[in-house]
């Protein structure tokens, strides 16, 4: 369909370019390094953000999860949080972390954090109250409990978490780009748009997608390996 409407002329090259010559320009920017360049500075980011976001998540996450207390005075105020768009917040983290790396790394975080949060609490209270009286009879010590117990109960409310929250730090990461880059997948969709080079603007949009896509299948493999009890059930 998109090679029929560039047959018929519908649109000028600059509007909407063929196939054929975004294939070109795919090409073009592979062989002389340039969106590798790019590429890997974005995965950087997010890998950064990722390992922040997760850490802190998953960490609060189950500290919630387990006081009734500290969820009532911290939770609130971390779904008010989410009221601000990431894209009227990157501007203020840009300022006080700087426009390098590091401002774009904040941003990916904020973005993941709050899905993971919620799975990770959704996830620990999913936990059969039944379960949990089973090993208390048993004997089993806090360690045993979290790691034999929660953990498990807890992992495909979990992964489905880590999904989102993926997908989410691609978003974020091209934010905190729009707003202040010299590198990166971000600054090159706006330096395609600003030199009107649309070919290259749909490189750098499919090249997001498909690392979209990387992590979707990543997290479904993960998925696949680590539940591998629940399909013998």
């Known amino acids: 369909m ?3 409407v560039c047959w018929r002329g519908l649109y ?8 054929g010559a975004v294939a070109r320009r795919f090409v073009g920017v592979v062989r002389d390094g340039t969106l590798w360049t790019h590429t890997s500075v974005t995965l950087l980011e997010v890998f950064g953000g990722l390992l922040i976001g997760l850490s802190v998540a998953l960490v609060l996450g189950y500290l919630l999860a387990k006081s009734r207390t500290l969820e009532q005075l911290v939770l609130p105020y971390l779904v008010a949080s989410q009221a601000l768009p990431i894209v009227a917040l990157a501007p203020l983290l840009v300022i006080w972390f700087g426009t390098g790396r590091l401002s774009k790394i904040v ?16 996830g620990i ?19 045993q409990m979290f790691a034999l117990l929660e953990v498990p109960a807890a992992l495909p409310v979990l992964l489905s978490g880590l999904r989102i929250g993926l997908t989410l ?3 974020g990461a091209v934010v905190g780009e729009f707003v202040a880059a010299d590198r990166g997948l971000g600054f090159l969709v706006n330096l ?3 030199l009107f080079d649309t070919p290259l603007l749909f490189v750098a949009l499919f090249t997001l997608m498909a690392i979209a896509l990387a992590f979707y299948v990543l997290t479904s493999f993960l998925e696949h390996a680590l539940l591998s009890w629940q399909r013998d059930q």
């Open 2 to 4: 998109w090679q029929g």
């Open 12 to 19: 000028p090259p600059f509007v909407l370019p063929s196939p």
């Open 107 to 122: 941003v990916c975080a904020l973005t993941l954090f709050f899905p993971v949060l919620v799975n990770t609490i959704v």
């Open 125 to 143: 209270r999913s936990v059969e109250r039944g379960l949990r009286d089973l090993m208390r009879s048993l004997g089993a010590s806090r360690w």
């Open 169 to 171: 730090s691609v978003i």
């Open 192 to 194: 395609a748009r600003g």
